[in-house]
T-cell receptor, first 115, second 114 residues
Framework: AQSVTQPDIHITVSEGASLELRCNYSYGATPYLFWYVQSPGQGLQLLLKYFSGDTLVQGIKGFEAEFKRSQSSFNLRKPSVHWSDAAEYFCAVGALDSGNTPLVFGKGTRLSVIA | DAGITQSPRHKVTETGTPVTLRCHQTENHRYMYWYRQDPGHGLRLIHYSYGVKDTDKGEVSDGYSVSRSKTEDFLLTLESATSSQTSVYFC?????????????FGSGTRLTVV
């Protein structure tokens, strides 16, 4: 069965500092991977996705993520965090080889940004 | 989110009463999903639909039922609400199998069972 682990429940970074949010997945088949962001009181918004090809993918709001098959990871990065990036971030995995199987989400990482 | 609306946005109900949440889409997407979000648990799938009258259970389906009689509407019903069903409920849609395009989420319904 698919599973997603986000090891960090809460991360605090200073504005302007770099950010890396970790995501590890478990799935035997070819995975496809997503990062979503949720601002307080809002639904989830897609940041970026990976299906195949270049393992470094660019997303919206200056975010990028790198797929590392050997480490079963899909970590999200941003070189310089802005206060508006404070939100909850979810990693999700799906199976490229399956039919209707829904995405599986991690439990999320809450990001706080301090001045 | 454009093209997907959830109603109501907030609801307080009493234990033992039935509750129906509605998800409406204008995107003509085939797939629709209901998730609940709780602190420490992230998003957990309740039920999903892969077409009109075609639904399947997710990991936390006990106490919930769904119906999809039209492409645009996916209803989630709590037959007899319990306090453990106090949560924020999100609907999501996707347009292709395997969700290659990712999901589009609604703004959520905050349900409180007292």
């Amino acid at each position: 069965a698919q599973s997603v682990t986000q090891p960090d429940i809460h991360i605090t970074v200073s504005e302007g500092a770099s950010l890396e949010l970790r995501c590890n997945y478990s799935y035997g088949a070819t995975p496809y991977l997503f990062w979503y962001v949720q601002s307080p009181g809002q639904g989830l918004q897609l940041l970026l996705k990976y299906f195949s090809g270049d393992t470094l993918v660019q997303g919206i709001k200056g975010f990028e993520a790198e797929f590392k098959r050997s480490q079963s990871s899909f970590n999200l990065r941003k070189p310089s965090v802005h206060w508006s990036d404070a939100a909850e971030y979810f990693c999700a995995v799906g199976a490229l080889d399956s039919g209707n199987t829904p995405l599986v989400f991690g439990k999320g990482t809450r990001l706080s940004v301090i001045a | 989110d454009a093209g997907i609306t959830q109603s109501p946005r907030h609801k307080v109900t009493e234990t033992g009463t039935p509750v129906t949440l509605r998800c409406h889409q204008t995107e003509n997407h085939r797939y629709m999903y209901w998730y609940r979000q709780d602190p420490g648990h992230g998003l957990r799938l309740i039920h999903y639909s892969y077409g009109v009258k075609d639904t399947d259970k997710g990991e936390v389906s006990d106490g919930y039922s769904v119906s999809r009689s039209k492409t645009e509407d996916f209803l989630l019903t709590l037959e007899s609400a319990t306090s453990s069903q106090t949560s924020v409920y999100f609907c999501a849609i996707s347009d292709v199998g395997r969700s290659l395009g990712g999901y589009t989420f609604g703004s959520g319904t905050r349900l409180t069972v007292v």
